[in-house]
């Protein structure tokens, strides 16, 4: 009984916010309960910070490329009760690579920009290369969030194992990855793993590592995130 009662209140919300059929948006409804419990679960954590490990497998050539870094999360209710304002804000995530290189990308406030040595000088990205920071970032963004309106406009949804906790999303508009594959904690539903497929069959595979969910974030990420 409960799947088709969230089926029908997400279909009720997409017509309301968007003006149009639910059947505009491409997702299983086998996905809907699981989603709805994530979101649920996501609305617990107010501040995550863990360190990653990435893996970027060029099919072509064979080989992979690691690198390092860490990222922390804080929700905008965090943001104002730190700073003691009335004024509504954005969820804030600094996501930082540490080794072979120190760059990262910074969501603030409704607004992203990357950033190369020193996370305070940030800079909208205008060349090809900047774009796998960019795309890994901002997709990691939507699954710590875990909204479901949004997920459901901006992706195709579906369970990736009916049994298991994660989730395969396929992006609507053009980006740099043509599916991602989220991996969640069952007991709080935070994000611990991600795979990025490429179209031409490369891909980025992150796992976290140390996952730290409503502690007080490290000073490396709180000194950004203020």
Request: charge should be neutral.
């Amino acid at each position: 009984m409960l799947r088709p009662v969230l089926f029908s209140m997400l279909s009720l919300i997409f017509t309301l916010l968007f003006g149009q059929t639910a059947l505009c948006f491409d997702f299983h409804e086998d996905a809907v309960e699981f989603l709805q419990k994530l979101s649920e679960q996501n609305r617990e954590i107010h501040t995550m910070s863990a360190s990653f490990t990435q893996v970027k497998r060029v099919a072509v050539l064979n080989r992979s490329l690691s690198s390092q870094g860490f990222f922390c999360l804080r929700k905008a209710e965090e943001q104002e009760a730190a700073a003691e304002k009335s004024q509504p804000r954005s969820d804030a995530l600094l996501f930082s690579y540490t080794k072979p290189i120190a760059t990262g990308f910074i969501f603030r406030d409704g607004h992203g920009n990357l950033w190369q040595g020193n996370p305070r000088k940030t800079f909208i990205a205008r060349i090809p290369g900047q774009s796998v920071v960019v795309a890994v970032a901002e997709h990691i963004f939507d699954c710590l969030r875990v909204q479901p309106v949004t997920l459901l406009a901006n992706y195709t949804v579906s369970l990736l194992d009916r049994n298991g906790s994660a989730l395969r999303l396929i992006p609507h508009r053009q980006t740099y990855f043509a599916r991602i594959d989220a991996f969640f904690n069952r007991d709080d539903g935070s994000l611990r793993k991600m795979q990025l497929i490429e179209a031409n069959g490369d891909s980025v595979d992150i796992t976290f590592q140390g996952v730290h969910v409503n502690d007080i974030l490290p000073e490396r990420c709180d000194n950004y995130l203020r």
